[in-house]
């Protein structure tokens, strides 16, 4: 009795003693490309205050109501995003199946059957079991399956930041694009109403002998042609308001967005930090990390293979003729054990896996710096879109103020029968063209504030979880 005391205990002691091992290399985050500053900076206004991004949902800086309403309903009906929460869900389930793996596992059995032959009659047999076995943690490849279960989770819970955001931005860009055209519809409705009265009045003076007929035949022309760009535009707003639909996860037949001609130009200041301080801001940067860490920890999943498998094991049972025998001291046995399995030949596959564990960390590592460098180009696209637009916006108003004044004197030309009605043509083109590219950079800075938003991570955080 007091040796088979004594195996079990030197058996679980060198269980223990062994689980403090681990062969797996030590994680260390990935060194990243270095930016003292975004080029594209120099001229910048910051924004004040400089903390506004953190003071709510980026896109309520664009104060618009129906804007906010929207993007609420892609936090709970977006398709893409419950596809990345759903993700996110199952990537925490394997890291808890992931550190029960860590535990003994422990079956309890019952069994009874009843045999016999004709002859001598029939018997009855019942059989309880308490059974366990342990798979000691010796060279850390469970704590290792554990570490890159959780990193792959916070690699999820990033693309599930990453995947709202990107809703988010697209919706705020397709709805100030719908609203530019809103304003471009009601441009052309009031050029068109302009148009037509320019008509009547040729047709007059064309009836009257003042006009020619080429004059009623090039207003008639131009008031053709611009409605059948009203039409156009009708469509490509048909096209955003289903784009929006989608968005929001509803069907284009069950939703609507009422035509607004009162469009009021919100560009927020966007406040623009450090570039280190993007690395901490950015989900995508943050889940290309966090793959590193998977991949590291895979490593040493892959170098345990080199070690043998240890495991513990143990069973108390019981059986007997009757149920009341199951209970019974003198009819329990148990069992206790200790094994240990080792490959001694494969022809290389462990060193294979172990090589293809360190391949794709390197792949990971080279993914994250790649990722980091394409942060830094996105942002600083962003704002050199943003001071030019600024530059054109002005350009383009001063453009449209002229091309109005220049309207204006042709068509008091005209009816002073100084000039052609060619001139008349031409100067409305060049003004309504010039008042169409005024609403489209304007439409062009909001829709860019909205990417710059995004290139440095919105309102998201590095270490948040969803």
Known sequence: MQKSKTFRLTLLALALSLAGCAVGPAYQRPSAPESIAFKELEGWVPAAPADALERGPWWQLFADPVLDRLVAGVEVSNQNVALAAANYAGARAAVAQQRASLFPNVSLGLSGDRSGVRSQGAESSYRLNLGGSWEPDVWGRLRAGVTSAQAGAEASAADLASARLSSQGELASNYFTLRALDAQSALLTRTITGYERELQITQNRFNVGIAARTDVLQ?????????????SLT????????????????????????PSADWKVAVPDVPVGVPATQLQRRPDIAAAERDVAAANAEIGIARAAYFPNIGLSGSLGSGGSRVGDLFSVSNAAWSFGLSAAQSIFNAGATRASVAGAEARHQAAVARYRQTVLNAFADVEDQLTATRVLVQQQALRRQASEAADLVEQQIMNRYRAGQVGYTEVVQAQFTALNARRSLVQVQADRQTVAVALIQSLGGGWQAGATP
């Open 219 to 231: 207003a008639q022309t131009q008031l053709a042609n611009a409605r059948s760009e009203a039409l």
């Open 235 to 258: 469509r490509q707003r048909a096209q955003f308001e289903h784009a929006i639909a989608i968005l929001v996860g509803k069907a284009p037949s069950q939703f609507a967005l009422a």
